[in-house]
């Protein structure tokens, strides 16, 4: 059964899953323009890298689709299961990279577009990349969680999922997490072009 495009907007992740499983390809197109920036941007923030968060969100969502005829309605969020997909290869990409890291070019971050933009546009730029080498300064499981929370907006228990850690466990790296970026990006706020409140 396929369903008018304008429809899968009103349907949850769930029922588009399943709807996916039973060959809506509508249902797919839908799910996918729902979730993939999602996953894709979270990535990215955990690797630092948008080629490999590229790869980690399509692995991702390839997996997903595999598991459409087996998905178990009720027993997990789609989007759950999903960001627990993306960290886990995320983790492992950022293993494999450690365990690989001899050469130090492979450290150094690809530099910025070199294309000319607004000065607004110039401290934005600033600002994102102090708040990703702050996050990158973070330990993995601190950054995962206070990306998750701060970044792409999750609650608690949804993290917990995520993470398979207890609520209280998230808070706590959330709260770490939040203190150690702080103290990172103290002394930067002249330098990122915020200005004292009066």
């Known amino acids: 059964m396929t369903m008018p495009r304008d429809m899968t ?4 992740d769930e ?43 399509q692995e991702a969502m390839i997996r997903l689709w595999r598991i459409a005829p087996d998905w178990r309605q009720g027993e997990a969020k789609v989007t759950s299961w999903l960001y627990r997909v993306v960290t886990n290869l995320c983790t492992d990409r950022l293993r494999s990279r ?3 890291a ?10 910025a577009d070199g294309a000319p933009g607004a000065v607004a546009g110039l401290i934005e730029a600033d600002r994102m990349a102090a708040l990703q080498a702050a996050l990158a ?3 993995e499981r601190q ?15 949804e993290i917990a999922e995520i993470m398979e850690i207890g609520v ?7 709260a770490r997490g939040k203190r150690a970026l702080a103290a990172a990006l ?7 072009g915020y200005e004292e409140s009066a």
């Open 137 to 139: 300064s973070l330990p």
């Open 186 to 192: 103290s002394g930067q706020r002249d330098a990122l």
């Open 102 to 111: 001899t050469d130090a070019l492979d450290a150094v971050a690809e530099p």
């Open 15 to 57: 029922a588009l899953l399943v709807l996916y499983a039973n060959g809506d390809r509508d249902a797919a197109r839908a799910l996918t323009l729902r979730l993939l920036p999602r996953v894709l941007g979270y990535a990215a923030r955990l690797l630092a890298d948008r080629t490999e968060a590229e790869d980690v969100a």
């Open 143 to 157: 950054r995962q969680a206070v990306v998750l929370r701060h970044i792409e907006g999750l609650t608690n228990p």
């Open 9 to 12: 907007t009103e349907i949850g």
């Open 168 to 174: 209280e466990a998230v808070e706590s790296l959330t």
């Open 98 to 100: 450690r365990r690989r």
